[in-house]
């Protein structure tokens, strides 16, 4: 096989990367695999710090147990053959190289192929009082029980949509916290109308519903079809105000609130390396394109896992492992075609299931768009209110998202509209009565995530 | 009064820290995060409105909990708070002050 001089190199050491890398090994190559956290095993699979006291993987992961072992040993029988590098930001992408921070030194590294695997993080809405103590996203209240052994609260609501927001729910319940409320935008009708889809995985669909019938055996409140009011507190939040069904408000105390409506995907490395995207109205996002087998619009660069459009992590596994072996089949390596079509048919199905999952826990984009107020603090890091990003479009009338982020700086904070980037976009949208897609997307900029002042550059290769 | 709640893992070794020169302790394995947040109600606040903030989400997405630190009579150092380790002894600032340096206990 003809081997390119430079070796593959994988970012992110989620499942999907970890598969990837792992593929790679098997076949003979011997990757790099870069990995901003400090341990193997990506969002679902993270892992606490070594040290005395952790919980078993039982306790940490629950029925994904078995799996995240599996994906946190997979590394160990090829570490002479994968070059793992955990703490590793990549932050730009230029020219054929990334740029890399790691221990407070920056480096280049050149690549010849490459595989995104950067999976994806919360994606919300904001609402009245979010900025404050003791509003966490849904995942990061995840993480800091699952990483941290802590909770956001002792009595806590979860606010939002999407099949998270049960889990969290039923894994906080199993903590010792009193979960308050679970409180869902989307509506139980929609889950019933998707049934089909979200029979393609039966499984995963039993234990969605598990979660559900505990919660609900527990004794926990779970409301469907609401509507977000504000939260509400002295400097930190102590009660959640909402709309009912039947349009009734609704007023429940606590001490935490997790707020989070799926998830999105981390495209701005794909972005900056130039890849092609389309505008994929499921996600009410922009998606790096890619064929069935994970190649995107640039020879040797390929896409895997939640970070190319959020699938889970069965399915990030399965697109891991096929996109590793599309790269190792254009490098001119024999590949088992009865792997592959095993691999593709268990990708139909995640495909399905995903299609139902996100029409059955909707965005609720339009009604967030047309009742925010002025004063709503759309960007966390510079405090742009709803207000201001108005005043803008009827001042200076920007079409264009990044029109709109030079004149208002929404979306030019230190999260680069990780945060606002989908309620400036809706909003933007809304002002000037058009559809999302019509507003292009936010650009990544260099770097991709702050940098700390003060770091050592060093051209190691 | 703290915002975090420790659920699990309570029997991990304690480690001593200073919150706007004050000795209080957290676990080993605590994010600066945990440590801050197991302790006070917020981390930090805003630049523009002087608002509290006690970080979003955990995952080093948000960057709503970068935070002044120091170590011994080090340089002061912004850490983003959910991805950083806490080490014995580091001095944090919730404040828009620098965290003091702490001065070495008088040996008994
Ligand atoms: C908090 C949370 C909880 C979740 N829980 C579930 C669940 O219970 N079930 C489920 O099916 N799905 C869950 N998901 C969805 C989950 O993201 C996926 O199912 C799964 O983790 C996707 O795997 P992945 O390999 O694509 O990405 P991830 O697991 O997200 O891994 C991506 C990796 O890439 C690294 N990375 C990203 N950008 C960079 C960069 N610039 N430089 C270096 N490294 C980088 C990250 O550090 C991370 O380790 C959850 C997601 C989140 C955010
Ligand atoms: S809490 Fe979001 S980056 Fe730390």
């Known amino acids: ?461 | 009064m703290s915002l975090l709640i420790r659920y699990a893992e309570q029997s991990r070794p304690s480690v001593r820290f200073f919150l706007d020169g004050q000795a209080v302790s957290a676990l080993a394995g605590d994010t600066l995060l945990t440590a801050v947040l197991t302790v006070r109600e917020r981390l930090r606040t805003t630049e523009f409105t002087g608002s509290p903030r006690a970080g979003f989400c955990m995952m080093g997405a948000c960057q709503d909990c970068w935070v002044q630190v120091r170590r011994g009579d080090g340089p002061v150092q912004r850490l983003r708070a959910c991805s950083t380790l806490l080490e014995a002894d580091m001095s944090l600032s919730t404040t828009s002050a620098p965290p003091p340096v702490i001065a070495e206990e008088p040996k008994p």
Not at chain 1, 93 to 98: S, Y
Not at chain 1, 132 to 157: E, Y
Not at chain 1, 276 to 283: C, E, G, I, T, V
Not at chain 1, 436 to 460: H, L, M, W, Y
Request: charged letters at 20%; proline letters at 7%; hydrophobic letters at 40%.
């Open chain 1, 1 to 461: 096989m003809s081997q390119s001089p430079l070796p593959p190199v994988v970012i992110g050491a989620g499942p999907a990367g970890i598969r990837a890398a792992v593929t790679l090994a098997r076949h003979g190559l011997s990757p790099i695999l870069l990995d901003e956290s400090p341990r193997p095993g990506g969002q679902i699979y993270r892992q606490p710090p070594a040290g005395p006291g952790q919980r078993s993987a039982s306790e940490l992961y629950g029925f994904e147990a078995a799996k995240a072992t599996a994906i946190h040993q997979a590394l160990a029988p090829y570490a002479d053959r994968i070059d793992y590098r955990p703490d590793t930001l990549v932050w730009n992408v230029e020219r054929g190289a990334l740029d890399l921070l790691s221990n407070g030194r920056t480096a280049t590294l050149a690549y010849h192929s490459l595989i995104f695997a950067t999976g994806a993080t919360d994606r919300v809405l904001p609402m009245p009082g979010w900025t404050m103590p003791g509003v966490f996203t849904l995942g990061g209240a995840q993480i800091a029980l699952k990483a941290q052994g802590c909770g956001i609260g002792s009595t806590v609501v979860f606010l939002g949509t999407g099949p998270l927001l049960y889990l969290i729910a039923y894994q906080y319940a199993k903590a010792g916290a009193t979960v308050a409320a679970v409180l869902d935008t989307s509506a139980f009708g929609l889950r019933i109308k998707h049934l089909p889809g979200l029979l393609a995985l039966p499984k995963v669909l039993a234990k969605g519903l598990y979660y559900t019938a505990w919660l609900k055996a527990y004794g926990v409140p779970v409301y469907t079809g609401i509507t977000p009011v504000r939260a509400e507190g002295n400097e930190r939040v102590a009660s959640v105000i909402w709309q009912d069904s039947a349009g009734r408000q609704q007023h429940t105390a606590c001490d935490g609130l997790g707020i989070g409506y799926g998830l999105r995907p981390e495209t701005q490395l794909a972005d900056m390396a130039g890849c092609a995207f389309s505008f994929n109205p499921l996600d009410r996002a922009w998606l790096p394109d890619r064929d069935s087998a994970g190649r995107s619009s640039l020879a040797g660069v390929y896409l895997a896992g939640d970070g190319a459009g959020i699938t889970g992590a069965d399915a990030a596994e399965v697109g891991g492992e096929r996109a590793a072996l599309a790269l190792l089949q254009d490098q001119g390596a024999t590949i088992d075609p009865s792997r592959v079509a095993v691999l593709e048919k268990r990708m139909a199905a995640f495909v399905r299931f995903r299609t139902a999952l996100l029409q059955a826990f909707p965005l609720p984009a339009a009604r967030w768009a047309e009742t925010v107020s002025d004063d709503l603090v759309l960007c966390r890091c510079e405090e742009i209110t709803a207000g201001d990003l108005r005043a803008t479009v009827r001042k200076d009338q920007p079409r264009d998202l990044n029109r709109l982020k030079a004149l208002s700086r929404i979306g030019m904070g230190r999260c680069q509209g990780r945060m606002c980037g989908a309620a400036a976009a809706e909003l933007l949208a809304h002002q000037h009565g058009c559809a999302v897609n019509d507003i292009a997307r936010i650009r990544p900029q260099t770097p991709i995530k702050p940098i700390p002042i003060g770091v050592t550059p060093e051209n190691t290769p």
